[in-house]
């Protein structure tokens, strides 16, 4: 995980340096917003490996779950830094669309940025397919947040390509607003996300279908499951649920019983941690009431 996160920091000041190079060419407000944009890559790359640090800690007895909602800071911010940046791209754009002027050099500024933007391309990809591997939240924020920066690049180069071709000054500022509207969109996703992960949200449904198929083959007349919860924080997933069982089993035989649950839950579910609390049948626990809660998904009976 820190290995794709200091590759995104290292390859984010190439980045940056070839941007302002673009900029320094050119004197288009473009290349220099859409070099402001990568810098924020720089910041957030930098929190999401502080972050990865605390969530990667085992639990203490202050965190005695565990850290691993620490992710979900970093891609929330994450989420508001592309947000605000887009909004700076926005306001540059429209200020160039009052105050129209010519840009300098551009092939000579156009390659250089679209040799940081083929860097950029090349390290999001990287980082997706790590991000589904190992199933971070934190890496997927990183290289979606390179890839909004892909379109910046994209939309810009476009943009200012086309200003000394056709002599349309205007051109460049409406690109720019065009591609600012899509970073919204990623950015109001990464939020979206952290917060489902920090409201408990349960567990997508393929995970919820495969707990099911695990319970069915130990449903039967003697034993019964309810108050099937499912969350998830960071890469961890968590069930919890009643296993009922008749009154006069022995402590051992239930014991015996519900060790062999949980063993095939976290066999079946890479990372799952099983909570199962026993329960004679027609009992339930003061906490829970009689009547379980509507669970989406979650089997019964
Ligand atoms: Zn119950």
Redesign the pocket.
């Known amino acids: 995980m820190r290995r794709y996160l200091y590759v995104s920091l290292a390859a984010a000041f190439g980045v940056i340096a070839l941007k302002l190079g673009a900029w320094h060419f050119t004197g288009s407000v473009g290349f220099l917003s859409d070099a402001l944009e990568s810098l924020v890559n720089v910041v957030a790359a930098a929190f999401a490996l502080l972050m990865v640090a605390i969530a990667g800690r085992p639990p203490d007895s202050d965190h005695p779950y565990g850290h691993t909602k620490a992710e979900y800071f970093s891609s929330a911010l994450e989420g508001l830094l592309i947000g605000v940046a887009a909004l700076g791209i926005a306001a540059e754009a429209v200020h160039r669309l009052l105050q129209p002027h010519p840009v300098h050099a551009v092939p000579a500024g156009v390659a250089l940025n679209a040799l940081a933007t083929l860097i950029n391309l090349g390290v999001a990809r990287w980082m997706l397919s790590g991000a589904r591997r190992l199933r971070s939240i934190v890496l997927e924020a990183d290289a979606r947040h390179l890839l909004a920066d892909v379109w910046t690049s994209v939309g810009v180069i476009v943009g200012v390509s086309l200003v000394p071709l056709t002599g349309w000054l205007w051109l460049d500022p409406i690109v720019g607003i065009v591609v600012a509207g899509h970073i919204v969109g990623e950015a109001w996703r990464l939020v979206a996300r952290s917060v489902d992960g920090l409201m408990d949200r349960s567990l997508p449904d393929a995970d919820i279908a495969e707990v099911n198929l695990v319970l069915q083959r130990y449903r039967n007349v003697d034993v ?4 099937v919860r499912t969350r998830r924080a960071g890469t961890r997933r968590f069930v919890s ?2 296993m ?1 069982m008749p009154a006069h089993w022995s402590l051992g035989r239930a014991a015996h019983c519900r060790l062999q649950v949980e063993r095939a839950l976290t066999e079946h579910i890479a990372g799952l941690v099983a909570t199962i ?1 026993m ?1 004679p049948q027609g ?3 003061l906490l ?1 009431g009689a009547n ?1 809660p509507a669970t989406r998904g979650a089997p019964e009976g």
């Not at 019964?224 to 108050?227: A, E, T």
Request: charge should be negative.
């Open positions: 019964r499951f309810d108050h649920m009643h009922h609390e329960l009992e339930e626990s829970d379980p």
